[in-house]
């Protein structure tokens, strides 16, 4: 998981582009 | 006149039908490639193009993941497990979709259209065909946006990771979705009672297709002549 460490802070961000 | 009201109603199925209706609200905006204009044209610059591109998209393809009725319902291991197998499929879809009005060309942005010389000079020739093949079999179907955006949430449910944990709550996923496009179908294509299986079956193209770009990328960046962005990187190595 240590690897994946930009998808996981992209998905645990609660606002999302789409909410921009 | 004995007619089913709900049924003849254009747009009957379409309000009913809540989760296409959240998955067309979910559906994000075209992003612009904007090649560097002072760059002269060559493979390395039409390739840098595409995996800055891959990687905004990236970005914005995360987003619209948790917009999806139930993905973020998921545990964030499974939600990273699914995006981890799917990412490209889901890139690759979107290509297809905003090139369904031209002919031969892959609209990969409004401003980064592809035909077969651009194909071969980045070196994506191959590729690009085995994409054009996935254009013509939905424009063949005549594929609307509903059935596009259910397709594309569908497939990213579908994309069999190895990694999942809870097996039970990806499958209710896959059910709610497909329930929503077997709906879809059955209100507005009254005419083909197979439409959903028939979009359904096009899924293993996009596969061998996504399964031809993350190897024909991932040895690109063994090459270490193309710039790559972090989250593109990442999920490169994610296979």
């Known amino acids: ?20 | 006149h004995g007619l089913p009201q709900k049924r003849t109603f254009p747009l009957g199925g379409l309000v009913e039908n809540k989760v296409v209706s959240l998955l067309l609200v979910a559906e994000p905006e075209s992003i612009f490639a904007m090649p560097d204009p002072t760059v002269p044209d060559s493979d390395i610059k039409a390739l840098t193009t595409l995996c800055d591109l891959a990687d905004r998209e990236l970005v914005v393809n995360i987003g619209w993941a948790k917009h999806i009725p139930g993905f973020s319902l998921l545990s964030l291991a499974d939600q990273m497990s699914l995006l981890q197998s799917g990412w490209m499929e889901i890139l690759i879809l979107r290509v297809v979709f905003r090139s369904l009005a031209l002919e031969d060309k892959l609209v990969y942005a409004e401003d980064y259209i592809m035909d077969e010389e651009q194909s071969k000079l980045a070196g994506v020739l191959d590729l690009n065909n085995t994409i054009l093949q996935l254009v013509k079999k939905y424009k063949t179907m005549r594929i609307d946006k509903e059935e596009f955006v259910v397709l594309k949430a569908i497939s990213l449910a579908n994309s069999d990771s190895m990694q999942i944990e809870d097996v039970e709550a990806v499958q209710s996923l896959q059910d709610v979705l497909h329930g929503a496009l077997q709906d879809y179908e059955s209100a507005q294509h009254t005419e083909d009672p197979r439409r959903a299986g028939k979009l359904i079956m096009t899924l293993p193209l996009l596969r061998q297709t996504a399964a031809r770009a993350v190897q024909h990328f991932c040895s690109i960046k063994q090459e270490g002549r193309v710039p790559m962005h972090k989250l593109f990187l990442e999920l490169l190595e994610a296979r």
């Open chain 1, 1 to 20: 998981k240590e690897k994946h460490k930009i998808l996981h802070r992209l998905l645990q961000n609660s606002t999302s582009p789409v909410d921009l």
